[in-house]
Structure formats: structure tokens, C-alpha cells
């Protein structure tokens, strides 16, 4: 009986120190790169509570782990964020790690921003002999200095598929009179305001029958596509038709010919060309009150803080009122 017991307790002492054997030799390695596919050295990979560092080749390794799952994080600046559960199974683990840049960081080894606008929209934003010119563009190259880049290049984009675009990185950025919205936000981030505005109705100056928005019904009103101003169309009753334009200089054209009766769209744009066309005024009070941002991606925060910061540097320093009178002949309005 006491060898019985004996064997038992050597039996039972050999299996403890065979498992243990087994779950010390427990590892996870792998080598963290750039979306380039080039190694990243003396990079910390965080595993549950443990972390190691990535050697000159950019290999790491954890060693004598538990056979469990664990939740593996990078964090290195110029980078997203990295994130990923690992289900660790006995003996040797394998897991290459792919870090991508920022798009801050893309856009300073680049040494420009690319940005989309829909070029249609003066004085915002348009097109003169072939080149971009407005508010909106000498404001962004001036926030593209600010943050250490050489400049600001324009990539003309129809209103439609602009946001879209932007969430297909055919851009950094977005800026082209976007109304901040608490829809838009949960989409994308938006800069602190850059400009105040709101909707307000354009006709005929020889057309006396449309007075404010209670007048509009029974009328044909046009709109930009996607729009506040759109949005703010189909809020108001008895509107015989909301005919909509992916260009609101189009909608202009169709106004001063008689296809429409109205054109209802951003303050600042409206009194634009009511002020480079003679047949054309403005009616009525602002029917919404808006502000427009710039926008970026939401996993771009770090991009969206240095665009802050410059839209502050700029104010400061009297650049943010020179552009303002340069385009809209006025000091600005707070």
C-alpha cells in the first residue's frame, strides 16, 4: 500500500512538472511592419499586462504564456491605433503585425494636403482659367502652412459622392462649405466652425409674388442635391416641386430663364450672385442659422486637432479677416 502510494505521489509530481514544462514553452512571436511593408524596430507590443519590444528586424516575442485568449494593442505615434484578440494555443504562436499612417502622417511625408471640394460654389469655392480660386481654398492652403505643409491641392469633387469619397481616402480632407449637422457628425469629425451661415430664398428681381417661405407654395424651387438647403426645402409645405442640381450655378441658369420660380441655398452663395447679377435678389429672412467645418474621417483626431489649432493661429493672426473682406467685402460676423 505505501509503494501504491509512493508511485502515486511520483506520478502526480511528474505530470505537474510535465505541464508546467508544456505551458512555459507556450509563446507568441512575430514580426510588426509599416502598411510598406518595412520593419519597425524598438516598438512596445502591449499582451494583457505583458510587454515586449521589437528588435532591430522588427520580431517580437512573448514567451511562457497561458493557453488563453489575450488582447494585443500597439500604439505608436504617426500610426492608427492597432487592436487584436489572439486565441494562444499550446507551443508556438504566430502573429505578424501591420501598422498604417495616420493620414497626418501621410500628408507630412507627402508634404501637401489633398483635399476635396466641389469647385461649383463661388465664392467659396471655383473654378478660374483652369484653377481653383475662393474663401475656401485660400483658407485651407493657409491651414496647410500652419500645420508644415507646403500647401493645399484641390481635387475637384461632385457635391454627391463627395463624403464618400472621403471615406475611400480619395482625400484628407473635405472642405467645400459643409454645414456641420448632428448627422454629419456620426459620420465624420468636424473642425470648430469656420464660417456662419444659413439658407435663404433667391428670385427674379422682376418676380414679386415670392415674399418669404410661406409664398414658395405651388412654386418649382431649386436646390443643390444633399444640401441643408435641399433638406430645408422639404420641410416646407405645398411645394409643387423641389428640382434638385449637382451644380447650383445650374440652378441659377434655370432661375434667371424661368424653369424655376426660386433657388433656396446658403446665404453667403445666394448674395453672391445676387450681387454679379443683375436680375437676381434675395427675399425673406434666414430660415435656418448654420455653420460650416471642415471634415475628416473619424479615426482622423489627430488631424482634426492640428486643423483646430491652425483655424485659431489664423484668427489670431488678422490672415482670417484679410481672406474674409478679399472675398465677401465685409468684416467678418461673429
Known amino acids: 500500500m505505501r509503494k501504491f502510494l509512493f508511485n502515486l505521489l511520483l506520478l502526480i509530481s511528474f ?29 512596445t507590443i502591449l499582451l494583457n499586462g505583458l510587454s515586449v519590444k521589437s528588435d532591430n528586424k522588427g520580431v517580437f516575442t512573448f514567451k511562457n504564456l497561458e493557453t488563453k485568449k489575450y488582447k494585443l494593442s500597439v500604439n505608436l505615434e504617426g500610426f492608427y491605433p492597432y487592436e487584436t484578440e489572439v486565441d494562444i494555443l499550446q507551443g ?163 432661375l434667371e430663364i424661368k424653369r424655376i420660380d426660386a433657388i433656396l441655398n446658403d446665404l453667403p452663395v445666394n448674395a453672391y450672385f445676387a450681387s454679379t447679377r443683375p436680375n437676381i435678389k434675395l427675399v425673406g429672412t434666414l430660415l435656418t442659422k448654420e455653420q460650416y467645418g471642415i471634415c475628416t474621417r473619424l479615426v482622423d483626431s489627430d488631424l482634426i486637432n492640428e486643423i483646430n489649432s491652425a483655424l485659431k493661429k489664423i484668427r489670431e493672426s488678422g490672415k482670417y479677416r484679410e481672406i474674409y473682406i478679399k472675398w465677401f467685402g465685409v468684416e467678418p460676423v461673429d
Open 15 to 43: 505530470l505537474v512538472v510535465f505541464t508546467g514544462c508544456k505551458e512555459s514553452s507556450t509563446s507568441l512571436t512575430g514580426t510588426i511592419k509599416d502598411e510598406k511593408n518595412e520593419v519597425l524596430s524598438n516598438v
Open 92 to 254: 508556438e504562436n504566430k502573429l505578424n503585425v501591420s501598422l498604417k499612417y495616420t493620414t497626418l502622417t501621410k500628408a507630412r511625408k507627402r508634404g501637401y494636403l489633398l483635399v476635396g471640394s466641389d469647385v461649383t460654389y463661388p465664392p467659396f469655392e471655383y473654378m478660374e482659367n483652369g484653377k481653383p480660386i475662393g474663401f475656401d481654398v485660400d483658407l485651407i492652403n493657409l491651414v496647410a502652412k500652419e500645420i508644415g505643409l507646403d500647401r493645399a491641392e484641390v481635387i475637384d469633387t461632385a457635391w454627391d459622392g463627395i463624403f464618400a469619397a472621403l471615406k475611400t481616402e480619395k482625400f484628407d480632407i473635405i472642405i467645400s462649405s459643409v454645414t456641420i449637422t448632428d448627422e454629419r457628425k456620426k459620420e465624420m469629425l468636424f473642425s470648430d466652425p469656420y464660417y456662419n451661415s444659413g439658407q435663404i430664398i433667391a428670385v427674379r428681381k422682376d418676380d414679386n409674388r415670392i415674399k418669404n417661405e410661406n409664398d414658395l407654395k405651388g412654386m418649382v424651387v431649386g436646390v443643390q442635391i444633399n444640401t441643408t438647403g435641399d433638406f430645408s426645402a422639404q420641410k416646407i409645405p405645398g411645394i409643387k416641386e423641389v428640382k434638385r442640381y449637382d451644380d447650383i450655378q445650374q440652378a441659377f441658369q434655370d
